[in-house]
């Protein structure tokens, strides 16, 4: 991709091809979620929002899985195989045909590494504008052991990633820690790439040797400071915990920034996609799944569960309820205790206060629907829609067999079961006659007390 004088171009190439045997999943490690989002996803949302134009991603072989998934978020990202796994400087140059493409920027991140935020990549970038060939994501380490250290001379340039092992007991005091996360100046990125030699322990190719490479070139070298917190690496469920909570903070502040209150934000779990107006307050223990739109002034009450599902202008949900796949709530409308809603529309102002299962219809505007109430939207075989009209009422314990219609303003008496479409305006009541036998209860109480005492006395 050409260059142009006002915009640089810039290839984000991530390496998505490690095993995670450590997570001991028969899911690749790069799918497994965070916030509702596959640890890929995240790298490919960021790299969306810092504006990185060309996207290659590298996987093993064999994981039409991970292809699949980068494919369905980037449609236009190239995707590489890493026929053998030699170290993160042979996983970039597999997608060595994208490299040769002419882009001014090159950024290698990890898949792996899912909470690097847009704000360090454009960092990374930024540097790479200012001269230098290699730009390298540092962060000060609470505890440094384990990490690759960063290594500065007298001028504060850096000179080397020195690996825990390899480090003098002097290096080891350093906390100037690699995050892995590297931008490559796109005009030399081949040749320092291809001159990364494998001569160590295990005979792997390190993106880290391109440090010394570049500083050996007389190249520039800077360090990009993030924040430990950013870099974390997911290698087991441990860390995957951990990646949840890191995100989990992010998107509560976010929320609460933007104007929703989160009356106790420590309980309440969000989706990385949650889309949540102003207004908006969410009680304790709330768990919003993917694909939610909360809009202005809505509350969401107590332990309610929501995914894919759209939540009006001062609409009220829960507490204890769950919005399913497909509820669509308008307008001031209420959904209450113990109701569940799925692939179902509630006009404004309409009421489902408790008790109740909606799937599959059409709730009209200020519609009343008693507790108890359910569509039987389903035979087994194939489901079928109920239409409830604008202003109707639907007694509580009542059975809407679909496909039926209620027409606006109709009644349908409570405990009836409806298996056919009722007018607008009419009654509808579907049930046993109501009959009174006089004494009959007396008389069966004082048979049965009988044979008790009979019974008793044996």
Known sequence: MPSSKDRRSALAVILAAGEGTRMKSQLPKVL???????????????????????????VGPGREDVQAEALRLRPDARVFVQEERRGTAHATLAAREALAAGFDDLLILFADTPLVTPASMSALRAALKDGAAVAVLGFEAANPFG?????????????????EKDATESERAITLCNAGVMALDGRRALELLEAVGCANAKGEYYLTDVVEIARARGLGRRVVLGQESEVLGVNDRIQLAEAERIAQDRLRRAAMAGGATLVAPETVFLSADARIGQDVVIEPHVVIGAGVEIANGAVVHAFSHIEKARIGEGAHVGPFARLR??????????????????????????????????GDADVGAEANIGAGTITCNYDGYFKYRTQIGEGAFIGSNSSLVAPVNIGAGAYVGSGSVVTKDVAAGALAVARGRQIEKAGWADAFNRTQAEKKSGKNSQ
Not at 46 to 58: I, M, Q, R, W
Not at 147 to 163: C, F, H, N, Q
Request: glycine share 12%.
């Open 32 to 58: 497994h979620k965070i916030a509702g989002r596959s640890m890929l996803g995240h790298v490919l949302a960021s790299l969306s929002a810092a504006e990185t134009a060309g996207v290659a991603v590298v």
């Open 147 to 163: 990490y690759g250290r960063l290594i500065k001379d007298a001028a504060g340039d850096l000179t080397a990633v020195r690996e």
């Open 325 to 358: 796949p497909g509820a669509d709530l308008g307008a001031k409308s209420k959904v209450g205790n113990f109701v569940e809603i799925k692939a179902a529309a509630i006009g404004a102002g309409a009421k489902v206060s408790h008790l109740t299962y909606i």
